[in-house]
């Protein structure tokens, strides 16, 4: 996720982040003790794996301390966008309303059944469900589904190189005109035929991202983060106020519509939500034990962590292990960092241990792309904590240029790691600048590669889907880096590595993959574009209205609104 699928807004991206792991999404004025559930209200539709006895009804209050990235599906790549737009977005393929494993699951969402895949792996054919409706009422046609895919090459998205292997693609990414030839949509069989120039063994995967999920033809080709476009889930966005808040009401064309067509997709036990912007992570804390606020999406301050679990593990707060990477990036393109012998100074120079002090029992040391739980992992140390190491590279490497801009946002503890960060700079002989940007906006400003002075900085990634692929080709590719919604923050361009993920990306996940992309891992460690220094654990904190056991953490999505119940 990305990101960031973070959690500051991180990018899984949901990303923030915290991805994606990536997370994000509701919030509102609620009924029982928070204003509280009522009963009263029905459930429309659709069966539901993540509902239970529980009473039905109620509007839910949430916190974000962060608004998303984007609330616009072919533009969000942050776990709070992610999170956030979930349930209102449903791509033709989707994955499992689980917690954990199982809900890493591809299965069908706007589609019928999974693709048959012909054409040596390079023709995904689909049929579209009959009688689907946007949330206006718009039904929804198989052309809408490249109608989508074109819009967001038109709109730059971050997510775009998940899609250039389809047949003119990548041609259309720079013309933005002609169509995709590689795409045909039947509306009248609801036939969906996707051509791929070579095989790509992530592709389910990817069509089961938000980026994929159609909307009505016609849609501007611009950022609709104030006025998102009609979905097809379950819930429909309301009143978003950007930096504020939004809120969420039952998509009236589910009842009518989707939920018969689709009556395995949880239809939710909640009649909306309405979510606020909290910056000071204290004050979410606080609300929630005093019933303000029914649920607070991003992690818990790293100083309240284990007083929180110390009283309310079990009964309203829950951890989570998340497939994610915190990392310190570097711009390989330009003095000092096109050095490698200073990113490798900076990697043994910055202490893990120390980023795990700062996030207080959420973040777990590591030195490596590769997040434990992600196929591919085996873990390694290049740059053990060496000072002394770090400062005889920066002598021999003697860069020209000391003067360093550093990059972080204003959540906490990330803004207090790039302090730390900061600091080990200027041990190092650099003239360390700290540069903190609210949250809000970080990856937008850090993906604009004509921003200036973008010389090293924080960043986190949770995953996409459960292949390693996903921490390699949008985050370290030559083909990932664009000059809007760039997730390749350290601009790294190696012919041979971009390669070897181009050659993995093509084929299925098996052990021999596995291991080969344990050694892009070290590969990629040995150029040092990254310094990374963990992965993140989260904890779901809800008020005592709410049935946390029913709450589900998607690893791709985050926490599910459709699993939210009053008790």
């Known amino acids: 996720m990305s990101i960031r699928k973070d959690e500051g807004n991180s990018v899984k991206k949901i990303v923030v982040v915290f991805l994606v792991t990536a997370l994000a999404a509701v919030g509102a004025v ?47 790549y942050t776990a709070e966008g992610w999170t956030a737009m979930g349930e209102v977005y449903i791509p ?66 971050g997510g775009s190189p998940f899609y250039t292997t389809i047949v003119g693609a990548e041609q259309f990414a720079k013309t933005k005109t002609g169509g995709i030839p590689g795409i045909k949509a039947d509306d009248k069989t609801g036939e969906i035929q996707i051509t791929l120039e070579k095989p790509r063994g992530t592709f389910e995967n990817e069509l089961a991202l938000m980026f994929a999920a159609p909307v ?15 979905g097809t889930g379950p819930y429909k966005l309301i009143n978003v106020h950007p930096g504020q808040g939004w809120e969420y009401e039952r998509n009236p064309f589910w009842a009518k519509a989707n939920s018969k067509a689709m009556p395995e997709y949880p239809t939710g036990q909640i009649d909306g939500a309405e979510v606020d912007v909290i910056r000071n992570p204290q004050t979410q804390v606080n609300d929630i034990e005093q019933g303000k ?42 003095a000092p960092f096109d050095d490698p012998r200073v990113r490798q100074a900076v990697n043994y120079a910055v202490d893990p241990e120390a980023l795990e002090r700062i996030y207080a029992g959420q973040l777990a040391a590591s030195q490596q792309i590769l997040p434990p739980g992600m196929p591919g992992y085996e873990k390694f140390a290049l740059y053990p904590h060496d000072l002394a190491k770090a400062k005889q590279l920066i002598a021999e490497a003697d860069p020209a240029d000391r003067e360093i801009t550093v990059w972080t946002d204003n959540e906490s503890p990330n803004d207090e790691a790039g302090e730390y960060y900061e600091g080990v700079l200027d041990e190092l002989g650099f003239q360390a600048k700290l540069k903190i940007l609210n949250s809000d906006n970080y990856f937008t400003i ?122």
């Not at 009505?216 to 009609?230: H, V």
């Not at 991003?298 to 951890?319: D, M, T």
């Not at 997730?487 to 041979?496: G, H, L, R, S």
């Not at 050694?519 to 990629?524: E, K, S, V, W």
């Open 30 to 76: 609620g009924l029982s003790s928070c204003g509280g559930g009522s009963s009263s209200s029905s459930s429309s539709g659709g069966g539901s794996s993540s509902e239970g006895e529980g009473k039905e009804g109620g509007i839910l209050k949430a916190t974000y301390a962060s608004f998303p990235d984007y609330m616009d599906p072919q533009l969000s």
């Open 92 to 157: 033709l393929l989707t994955y499992e309303h689980a917690t954990g494993q199982p809900g890493t699951k591809v299965v069908p969402g706007l589609a019928k059944e999974l693709p048959k895949i012909s054409n040596g792996g390079k023709t995904y054919t689909l049929f579209l469900r009959p009688g689907l409706k946007y949330s206006d009422g718009t039904p929804v046609k198989a052309s809408d589904f490249p109608y989508a895919i074109e819009r967001l090459f038109k709109v730059n998205s």
């Open 216 to 230: 009505p033809q016609g849609t501007p080709n611009e950022d609709l983060s104030a006025n998102p476009p009609p």
């Open 293 to 334: 606020y029914d649920w607070m999406q991003n992690p818990l301050p790293a100083n309240r962590l284990q007083e929180v679990l110390s009283k309310y593990e079990g009964s309203q707060v829950e951890n989570f292990s998340t497939i994610s990477t915190y990392y310190f990036w570097m711009n390989t393109q330009k």
């Open 446 to 567: 850090v993906g604009n590669t004509s921003t200036p002075e973008l010389d090293t900085g924080w960043g986190n990634w949770f995953e996409d889907y459960p292949n390693p692929n996903d921490f390699f080709e949008p985050l370290l590719s030559a083909a990932a880096i664009q000059p809007t919604n760039n997730t390749n923050w350290a601009q790294i361009e190696d012919a041979k590595l971009s390669a070897e993920i181009d050659r993995l990306r093509r084929r299925q996940l098996g052990p021999k993959q596995e291991a080969e992309y344990a050694q892009l891992d070290r590969a990629f460690m040995e150029q040092a574009p990254w310094a990374p220094y963990g992965n993140l654990t989260v904890a779901t904190f809800v008020s005592s209205a709410i049935d946390l056991d029913k709450v589900v953490f998607n690893p791709t999505f985050g926490q599910d609104l459709t699993s939210f119940q009053f008790k």
